[in-house]
């Protein structure tokens, strides 16, 4: 990993909510919602980079 990112405790409250909610929905598994969050990850990156390829293409 490249970069840390470091968050004051109000957003670190708010990220540990969400984070809290998601295994939730994975029924308490941390490790399949880490797995859910990487796919998803992945899926957002591939459509950031759709979008930004016409750009490259003016450019």
Known sequence: MDHIVTLDSRKEAALQAIA?????????????ALKEMIVL??????????RSEPHRARS
Do not use: P
Request: avoid cysteine; aromatic fraction near 4%.
């Open 41 to 50: 990850n992945g899926h957002l990156q591939q459509r950031l980079e759709a």
């Open 20 to 32: 809290d909610k998601f295994i939730a929905l994975h029924k308490g598994d941390a490790v399949k």
